[in-house]
């Protein structure tokens, strides 16, 4: 282990309390790792010990990334989320094999999963788009996070109008899914769309309402005006 990495976990550990572990689990729809440390604290962490390794090559900083993946903790994965954010202007084309070896091999959790595609996934396929013909084949994985990642990653982008046509595929390949985490996913990536795009949402919404699970319908149309959600919602 390394000595970063170390020092993070014991600071984790000693952080930790076990009201917060048991709210944790209490949330957490799947048996999770936790060490028992509040979000808030986790950021702060998170950011103190970036300030002691930014001075690291990109290549260096993934690798502390993956050590803390690897450890299979909750909080761990959000600080290896918020290092892989934060260098951002750096991504190149190539590491999108780390971030997708990330989502296939550590990923186990919805809240892990959210993390690190809202943020890291999401600003890379935001600066290289062809890699949204890459979420595109996640849909198809037998891994429900990578199902899950093909959604959420493009939650920001929608939020600010971008790649609708993009987001209304990603949702017909997803629109049969039969998790109920994915069909949340992408139930959610369209509320996000519908922020900016709200009439061609609803009318995807009508168009596909037959085969649209109830959970991804009710996500869809949320933000949406009282009189649209109760069309939406008749039967």
Same mark, same amino acid.
């Given at each position: 282990?390394?000595?970063? #990495? ?12 076990? =009201? ?12 999770? %790792? ?8 986790? $950021? ?9 390794? =930014? ?9 502390? /990334? ?23 202007? @750096?991504?190149?084309?190539? @590491? ?6 990330? #989502? ?12 690190? /595609?809202?943020?890291? #996934? ?23 996070? %990578? ?43 369209? =509320?996000?769309? $519908? ?11 009508? $168009?596909? =309402? ?5 959970? $991804? ?15 939406? %919602?008749?039967?």
């Amino acid at each position: 282990m390394s000595d970063t #990495v170390n020092t993070i976990r014991l600071e984790l550990l000693e952080l930790a309390d076990e =009201k917060t572990k048991k709210t944790g689990h209490y949330f957490s729809k799947e048996p999770v %790792m936790l060490h028992g440390v509040k979000t808030a604290l986790v $950021s702060k962490i998170a950011k103190k010990h970036f300030e002691l390794i =930014k001075s690291k090559s990109k290549a260096e900083i993934f690798d502390l /990334c993956e050590e803390l993946w690897q450890s299979g903790y909750l909080e761990e994965s959000f600080i290896a989320c918020k290092w892989s954010f934060f260098i951002r202007k @750096d991504y190149e084309p190539d @590491d999108f094999k780390i971030f997708e070896k990330w #989502v296939d091999q550590y990923v186990n959790n919805w809240a892990s999963c959210d993390t690190l /595609c809202n943020h890291t #996934v999401g600003a890379f396929v935001a600066r290289y788009p062809n890699y949204i013909n890459d979420l595109k084949k996640w849909t198809s994985s037998s891994n429900r996070w %990578m199902r899950r990642a093909a959604a959420v990653s493009l939650i920001i982008p929608a939020r600010k109008g971008k790649f609708l046509n993009d987001i209304v595929e990603i949702a017909d390949l997803l629109l049969t899914d039969q998790d109920d985490l994915v069909q949340k996913g992408y139930g959610w990536l369209l =509320k996000s769309a $519908s922020q900016v795009h709200q009439t061609a949402i609803f009318e995807y919404v009508m $168009s596909k =309402k037959a085969v649209m699970p109830r959970t $991804s319908l009710r996500y869809a149309i949320e933000k949406m005006p009282p009189e649209l959600k109760a069309e939406a %919602m008749k039967k």
